[in-house]
C-alpha cells in the first residue's frame, strides 16, 4: 500500500508539474504576443499607404503596400546626420562606460585586507545611485565644465553607471581565488591579471552591461535635448521625438513638401520609429546569451 501511495503520489507530482509547466509557457506565449503587437503595427503602419492609415484601418497588416514612407526617411539629409551623431555617441559612449566601469569595479572587488577604503567607496557609490543630484546642478556641471552643445555632455556624463560597476564587482568577487594567486605567483600584477586572467573570465557579466550600455545611449532622448541646442547635433531619439511632437517642414526642398503632403503623418512616424529600434532588434539576439547569465552570476554575491 505505501509503495502504491508513493508511486500515485509520483504520478501526481509529475502531472501536477506537466501543468504547471504548460501554464508557463501559455502564459509567456500570451506575454509575447502582447508585447509584439505595438511593433507589429507600427511595421504593418510604416508599410501602409495614407489613406488606409488615415482611416484607422491598419492593425496588423499592411493595407495598400507601399514604400514612400521609408524613401521619404531616407532622403531626409537630417536623419542621416542625428543618426551618425547616435553612431557615435554609442560607440564612444559604450568603449568610455566599460573603461571606467572594468577601473572600478577592479578594486572594488578586492577584499577590504587589501583595500581599506572599499566600504568607503562602496557605500559612495550606492548613495549616488539611490540619491541624485537633481537636473539643475547637472545641467550646470555640463555648462561650467564646457560640455555644453558638444558630443563630451552625450558621453562623458553617463560614463559611470553604479548599476553596472555593482554587476561586475559582485561578477568577479564570484570567481575563483585560486586563478588570481596563481598570476600573482607567476610574476602577474594588477593590471596584468586583470586584462589576462579575469576580463577573459567576465565575457558574460561584459557582454551584459556593453547591452545595457548599448539600449541607454541609442533610446536616450531627453540629455540630447536638454544639452544641445542646435538641432544639428541632435542624437537619432531626440530629433525622433521633435518630428514625432511639432514635425518642422522648413528644411524640406519643394518635392519632398509634395511627398510629405501625399503622405500620413502616422505612416511617416511609424517608420521612423521602426528604423530607431532595428539595429536593437538586430544586436540583442548575439548577445542574448550573455545576458540572463551574468544578471545572475553577478548577483550572487553581494
Same mark, same amino acid.
Given at each position: 500500500?505505501?509503495?502504491?501511495?508513493?508511486?500515485?503520489?509520483?504520478?501526481?507530482?509529475?502531472?501536477?508539474?506537466? $501543468?504547471?509547466?504548460?501554464?508557463?509557457?501559455?502564459?509567456?506565449?500570451?506575454?509575447?504576443?502582447?508585447?509584439?503587437?505595438?511593433?507589429?503595427?507600427?511595421?504593418? *503602419?510604416?508599410?501602409?499607404?495614407?489613406? !488606409?492609415?488615415?482611416?484607422?484601418?491598419?492593425?496588423?497588416?499592411?493595407?495598400?503596400?507601399?514604400?514612400?514612407?521609408?524613401?521619404?526617411?531616407?532622403?531626409?539629409?537630417?536623419?542621416?546626420?542625428? %543618426?551618425?551623431?547616435?553612431?557615435?555617441? +554609442?560607440?564612444?559612449?559604450?568603449?568610455?562606460?566599460?573603461?571606467?566601469?572594468? #577601473? &572600478?569595479?577592479?578594486?572594488?572587488?578586492?577584499?577590504?585586507?587589501?583595500?581599506?577604503?572599499?566600504?568607503?567607496?562602496?557605500?559612495? !557609490?550606492?548613495?549616488?545611485?539611490?540619491?541624485?543630484?537633481?537636473?539643475? @546642478? /547637472?545641467?550646470?556641471?555640463?555648462?561650467?565644465?564646457?560640455?555644453?552643445?558638444?558630443?563630451?555632455? %552625450?558621453?562623458?556624463? @553617463?560614463?559611470?553607471? $553604479?548599476?553596472?560597476?555593482?554587476?561586475?564587482?559582485?561578477?568577479?568577487?564570484?570567481?575563483?581565488?585560486? =586563478?588570481?594567486?596563481?598570476?600573482? #605567483?607567476?610574476?602577474?600584477?594588477?593590471?596584468?591579471?586583470?586584462?589576462?586572467?579575469?576580463?577573459?573570465?567576465?565575457?558574460?557579466?561584459?557582454? +551584459? =552591461?556593453?547591452?545595457?550600455?548599448?539600449?541607454?545611449? /541609442?533610446?536616450?532622448?531627453?540629455?540630447?535635448?536638454?544639452?544641445?541646442?542646435?538641432?544639428?547635433?541632435?542624437?537619432?531619439?531626440?530629433?525622433?521625438?521633435?518630428?514625432? &511632437?511639432?514635425?518642422?517642414?522648413?528644411?524640406? &526642398?519643394?518635392? *519632398?513638401?509634395?511627398?510629405?503632403?501625399?503622405?500620413?503623418?502616422?505612416?511617416?512616424?511609424?517608420?521612423?520609429?521602426?528604423?530607431?529600434?532595428?539595429?536593437? #532588434?538586430?544586436?540583442?539576439?548575439?548577445?542574448?546569451?550573455?545576458?540572463?547569465?551574468?544578471?545572475?552570476?553577478?548577483?550572487?554575491?553581494?
Amino acid at each position: 500500500m505505501k509503495n502504491s501511495d508513493s508511486v500515485w503520489g509520483l504520478e501526481s507530482r509529475t502531472t501536477g508539474r506537466k $501543468v504547471f509547466v504548460a501554464f508557463n509557457y501559455a502564459l509567456i506565449s500570451l506575454l509575447t504576443i502582447v508585447s509584439l503587437i505595438p511593433l507589429w503595427n507600427i511595421f504593418s *503602419m510604416s508599410f501602409s499607404s495614407s489613406e !488606409f492609415v488615415a482611416a484607422g484601418e491598419v492593425f496588423l497588416w499592411p493595407k495598400g503596400f507601399t514604400w514612400e514612407s521609408y524613401h521619404y526617411i531616407l532622403v531626409n539629409p537630417d536623419f542621416y546626420k542625428s %543618426l551618425w551623431i547616435s553612431v557615435e555617441r +554609442t560607440v564612444l559612449g559604450i568603449v568610455l562606460t566599460m573603461m571606467c566601469t572594468i #577601473l &572600478t569595479a577592479y578594486p572594488l572587488s578586492r577584499s577590504r585586507i587589501e583595500f581599506r577604503a572599499r566600504p568607503f567607496f562602496v557605500w559612495y !557609490f550606492l548613495i549616488t545611485m539611490l540619491f541624485g543630484g537633481g537636473l539643475i @546642478p /547637472w545641467f550646470m556641471v555640463v555648462k561650467w565644465t564646457g560640455m555644453y552643445d558638444n558630443l563630451g555632455a %552625450l558621453v562623458i556624463v @553617463p560614463a559611470v553607471q $553604479v548599476f553596472n560597476i555593482l554587476i561586475l564587482m559582485n561578477f568577479i568577487r564570484n570567481l575563483p581565488r585560486e =586563478l588570481e594567486e596563481s598570476a600573482y #605567483l607567476d610574476g602577474a600584477g594588477h593590471l596584468r591579471t586583470l586584462i589576462s586572467v579575469l576580463l577573459p573570465l567576465c565575457k558574460p557579466a561584459l557582454a +551584459t =552591461l556593453v547591452l545595457f550600455t548599448f539600449v541607454y545611449h /541609442w533610446n536616450s532622448w531627453f540629455d540630447g535635448f536638454l544639452f544641445m541646442s542646435r538641432k544639428e547635433h541632435y542624437p537619432l531619439q531626440t530629433y525622433l521625438y521633435t518630428v514625432l &511632437t511639432v514635425p518642422d517642414t522648413s528644411h524640406l &526642398t519643394p518635392d *519632398m513638401l509634395k511627398q510629405f503632403a501625399n503622405l500620413d503623418s502616422r505612416s511617416i512616424k511609424a517608420a521612423e520609429i521602426f528604423v530607431s529600434t532595428l539595429p536593437i #532588434l538586430l544586436l540583442y539576439p548575439f548577445l542574448q546569451k550573455y545576458f540572463t547569465k551574468g544578471i545572475v552570476l553577478g548577483s550572487v554575491k553581494g
